[in-house]
């Protein structure tokens, strides 16, 4: 089984600035793509950012300009930077794995960590 948490999450507010971190943990998997999604309470999950295993990263629109997402140099650590936060950035913020264990494709969810932007 492979473990993924989140962590970093709190009360900031706004323009303020937030690090969350995401590691993954277990045996006998490899990590192909690293994401962030979020779930504010009443709406359904969006994705926010992606790191992929080669290196390359997306964004929604919402954030680009604001977020950053990078990986640790062991590859199974995560980080989402996370600047300028406005109140619609208030949710839960889930990492998500995609990777390949027991040579098959599967994924984890991490059980998310809470983001509120509030004065």
């Known amino acids: 089984q492979v473990e993924v948490v989140e962590s970093g999450g709190g009360l900031v507010q706004p323009g303020g600035s937030l690090r969350l971190s995401c590691v993954a943990s277990?045996?006998?998997?490899?990590?192909?793509?690293m994401d962030w999604y979020r779930q504010a309470p009443g709406k359904q999950r969006e994705f926010v950012a992606s790191?992929?295993?080669?290196?390359?990263?997306n964004y929604s629109d919402s954030v680009r300009t604001r977020f950053t997402i990078s990986r640790a140099n062991d590859k199974n650590t995560v980080y989402l930077q996370m600047n300028s936060l406005i109140p619609e950035d208030t949710a839960v913020y889930y990492c998500h794995a995609r990777l390949r264990v027991e040579g098959r494709w599967s994924d984890a969810w991490g059980q998310g960590t809470q983001v509120t932007v509030s004065s």
């Open positions: 277990g045996s006998g998997f490899h990590i192909f793509a």
């Open positions: 790191v992929t295993n080669i290196g390359s990263s």
